[in-house]
């Protein structure tokens, strides 16, 4: 089960960074089945096996906090024996569900106020929090007309724009990367999700970052909805992924290199709003 995880968020089969650290939350439960000698070897299976999850994908921030609460809650509990570790673990992984599940929830809420009053949105890749969000609008009785960038070289958000369109009241029209730029002046607003902001940089699937400068340039209003977590301080240091060359060519490169990185950076001073389950911040 933690194998499979692990494998599945290294390959991004999961694209939702929520998704990933509910996923791999659930994953650990797999340890509470298994038999261990003493509570130190239960303690260093569960700090090896999250650390296994965590280094899946160093970018997502959400992803870290959670394993690392999930470890440090059993750890720091000292627990007296084995049964004891694994009924800390068990309330670990509920406790940081229930907290990723409901902090998207609520900030979806909170954002569902801010896009009321507008016609067309343009969002990028994949965000379950974006999808809420809509859905709570929509569920107020507002309508909206959304473009969904593709997300490429992976199509991620054709998944987005397949959601979307089963849903009343949105009319989903679904375009290559390059034209967010051409469709621009029919957009009132840009509503993406977040991987982390990190001092004054916002971390996302690439592609936001010309998104949300060709908005600027044209006084569209940009706003990032994720839950409060995902502003990190401290340990956390985002590491970007670069992605196999044959996601963007089938054939081999022959006299020339293929970049093809899985996020890029955003200076916030491009944003205008980040909408969280806790505050809105103003840019």
Do not use: W
Not at 10 to 37: G, N
Request: contains cysteine.
């Amino acid at each position: 089960m933690i194998d499979e995880t692990v494998e599945e968020i290294s390959e991004m089969q999961t694209h939702s960074s929520s998704v990933v650290a509910v996923k791999a939350a659930r994953a650990l439960r797999a340890l509470t089945d298994r038999e261990y000698p003493t509570v130190e070897d239960y303690l260093r299976s569960l700090d090896r096996n999250s650390s296994a999850l965590r280094r899946a994908n160093p970018s997502h921030a959400s992803l870290y906090t959670t394993q690392v609460e999930i470890v440090q809650t059993v750890s720091d509990a000292d627990p007296a024996d084995v049964a004891a570790a694994k009924d800390l673990t068990l309330d670990a992984i509920d406790s940081v569900i229930d907290a990723v599940e409901s902090a998207k929830d609520r900030a979806a809420k909170r954002a569902a106020s801010v896009i009321a009053d507008d016609g067309a949105l343009l969002t990028h890749d994949f965000s379950s929090t974006v999808l809420a969000t809509i859905d709570n609008a929509v569920a107020a009785g507002h309508s909206f007309d959304v473009y969904v960038t593709e997300s490429r070289p992976r199509f991620i958000g054709r998944k987005m724009a397949r959601h979307l369109s089963e849903r009343d009241g949105v009319d989903v029209t679904l375009l290559v990367d390059s034209a967010a730029g051409h469709f621009m002046s029919e957009v009132d607003r840009v509503l993406v999700g977040m991987d982390c902001i990190v001092d004054e940089t916002l971390y996302n699937r690439v592609g936001t970052y010309p998104i949300a400068a060709t908005a600027a340039d044209t006084d569209v209003p940009v706003t990032v909805v994720g839950s409060a977590a995902k502003y990190v301080e401290g340990a956390f240091g985002f590491e970007n992924e670069f992605r196999s060359p044959s996601e963007v060519l089938r054939e081999p490169a022959e006299g020339f290199d293929v970049a093809n990185p899985a996020y890029d950076a955003t200076p916030t001073r491009l944003l205008d709003t980040v909408v969280t389950d806790e505050t809105t911040h103003e840019y």
